[in-house]
């Protein structure tokens, strides 16, 4: 994957985009990308900066990428109270975008705040065995939030919903001491001899703003809040800023997160348009709904459907639905009947079995499965009670929220407005 065409070999110290971007540590990796901490020394922040592998493809898809950043981002802010208030959105906010030529080839880059852990690490550090369910509810309710912006605001479809892509809002411990203990640059920008803003400044101001600066460079972010003081010394006031206002620059609250459990959506990288869609080769397996097993239609009923896998997964620490291929069984018939054990024979009719451009593969003409004659039909409520000793009320409400996501038929399947009213989601300490 190092190649032409590739990932760049991105070293720690490299500067990208004019000495904007100090590249300080890799925070993740995916089949597009890698991602790395960079600190900003235009904004004097620390930023995540996603750099795509450099064929044309996947700059094509990093551009469609941008895009649809910019819309949901603009989308959430007409309609937000504070529109600065990127925290609160339930997406990833996209800050900024570049590209550079490296050895192979051009890389466009995405620069994001930086986020924590994705849900895949929540779920293991639980060791599969279910996170708590109130903590279920809160990610549950992010993402609602998420998708409801993103189908009915922005008519856009995730395609590829999975805890992976869902990501923690708290930089994991580890990171949050990288960025402490990193020697911050000096603030680039306009060289400071040729800044207006310095104009009226006194002679023995001036000299004194460039010595506090020079001593700055490179000191720890814990121990100077250099933007600050700058901005501050710029000011022309009169210095009365004592060691214990200094101090609070130096509180945690990187990039301003606020300290709740919360979640936003990412990776953009494969969505698309209600009306321009760009594949058939829609989701990852375990979270793929119905219609894109049969080559049917598909729009934003698929990203509900993957997030009851979702639910379930997060809630009980396994998958929903883990389809094999075994003895003459494709995986995608697996699927199915994998599907009709939990929703009954009657909530997938053979109308809805006959649709598509691949149903004959896996029925006959009268919706019976090909290959597999014994289904061993379960439900969802006494499985909770029994395998995974939930609380009577939380395994009925949790299973009734579960149910409208598994609506076989897209059109009946539960909005994410919808479902945001659900009791399941109403009820607890959050
Ligand atoms: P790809 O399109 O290549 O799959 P992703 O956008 O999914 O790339 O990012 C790859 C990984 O990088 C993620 O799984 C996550 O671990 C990490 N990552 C991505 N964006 C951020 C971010 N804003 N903050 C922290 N880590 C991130
Ligand atoms: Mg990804």
Redesign the pocket.
């Known amino acids: 994957d190092y190649c032409r065409g590739g990932y760049h070999p991105m070293r720690i110290g490299e500067i990208l985009n004019n000495n904007r971007y100090h590249v300080v540590h890799k925070?993740?990796?995916?089949?597009?990308?890698?991602?790395w901490?960079c600190w900003d020394a235009i904004e004097s922040r620390f930023?995540?900066v996603?750099v795509?592998k450099s064929a044309i493809d996947f700059q094509d898809s990093a551009l469609d990428?941008i895009d649809i950043f910019k819309q949901l981002c603009d989308k959430y802010k007409s309609g937000a109270a504070n529109p600065n208030d990127v925290d609160s959105c339930p997406i990833?906010a996209l800050l900024d975008s570049f590209s550079f030529r490296g050895i192979n080839g051009k890389h466009i880059c995405?620069v994001?705040?930086?986020?924590?852990?994705?849900l895949l690490s929540l779920i293991r550090e639980y060791d599969y065995k279910g996170i708590p369910l109130d903590r279920v509810r809160v990610i549950m309710r992010h993402v609602l939030q998420g998708l409801d912006l993103m189908h009915r605001q922005c008519s856009i479809i995730h395609t590829d919903l999975k805890p992976?892509?869902v990501?923690q809002k708290q930089?994991s411990s580890k990171?949050v001491q990288i960025m402490k203990s990193y020697k911050r640059p000096p603030k680039s920008g306009v060289p400071l001899t040729e800044r207006k803003d310095l104009e009226n400044l006194t002679k023995s101001q001036l000299k004194k703003l460039k010595r506090k600066l020079k001593a700055s460079e490179g000191a720890p972010a814990s121990t100077e809040p250099q933007e600050e003081t700058t901005q501050q010394e710029l000011s022309n006031e009169p210095q009365v800023a004592k060691e214990s206002e200094n101090q609070e620059y130096d509180l945690p609250a990187f990039n301003d997160k606020k300290d709740d459990e919360g979640v936003k959506i990412?990776?953009f990288?494969?969505s698309c348009w209600i009306d321009k869609q760009f594949t058939d080769d829609v989701q990852t397996r375990q979270y793929r709904a119905p219609e894109v097993i049969l080559g049917a239609k598909y729009s934003t009923p698929i990203d509900i459907w993957s997030l009851a896998c979702v639910a379930f997964e997060l809630a009980t620490g396994d998958f929903l639905f883990d389809p094999r291929e075994s003895r003459g069984v494709p995986r995608d018939e697996d699927h199915l009947a994998l599907i009709i054990e939990l929703v009954g024979e009657d909530n997938f009719p053979v109308k809805s079995r006959c649709t598509g451009n691949a149903w004959h593969h896996f029925f006959d003409k009268n919706g019976r499965l090909r290959h597999i004659d014994r289904l061993k039909i379960f439900k969802m409520e006494p499985l909770l009670l029994e395998k995974y000793k939930f609380e009577p009320d939380d395994a009925k409400q949790f299973a009734d929220f579960l149910s409208g996501m598994l609506i076989v038929n897209p059109h009946q399947r539960h909005t994410a407005s919808k479902l945001l009213q659900h009791e399941f989601l109403n009820k607890a300490s959050v």
């Open positions: 925070l993740g990796w995916g089949y597009f990308s890698t991602v901490l930023v995540a996603k795509q990428e990833v995405l994001f705040e930086v986020m924590g852990e994705n992976e892509n990501i930089p990171i990412m990776d990288g494969n």
